[in-house]
């Protein structure tokens, strides 16, 4: 298993910028993928961006591209999701979470953080 634990939420304004932190411990070998998602108050859980481990190959949500970058510090064993220009409607509880895939009943993963929480006020 990997231990995930998530950072860097907080309330911003809209427009400002937050860069969340996922730092990961314990068999990190195993971890090939990396996602974000998030959930939403009266939401499901949301696919917010993917990438190889490696941080080299990434996609995102079209709600978020353009605005989120997903990166890595492979010295630190952390992500990062760096999150700019923020509206509203990215309120939610992010977390992060290994080898992310999508079945017909939706995304799992190996691990999930906590989540941090992320307020956008307006």
């Known amino acids: 298993q990997v231990q995930l634990v998530e950072s860097g939420g907080g309330l911003v304004q809209a427009g400002g910028s937050l860069r969340l932190s996922c730092a990961a411990s314990?068999?990190?070998?195993?971890?090939?993928?990396m996602g974000w998602f998030r959930r939403a108050p009266g939401k499901e859980r949301e696919f917010v961006a993917l990438s190889n481990w490696s941080g080299e190959n990434t996609v995102y949500a079209d709600s978020v591209k353009g605005r989120f970058t997903f990166s890595r510090d492979n010295t630190e064993n952390t992500v990062y999701l760096q999150m700019n220009s923020l509206k509203p409607d990215d309120t939610a509880v992010y977390y992060c979470?290994?080898?992310?895939?999508?079945?017909?009943?939706?995304?799992?993963?190996?691990?999930w953080g906590q989540g941090t929480q992320v307020t956008v006020s307006s």
């Open positions: 979470a290994t080898n992310p895939s999508l079945t017909h009943r939706g995304w799992s993963g190996d691990s």
């Open positions: 314990g068999r990190t070998a195993s971890v090939y993928r």
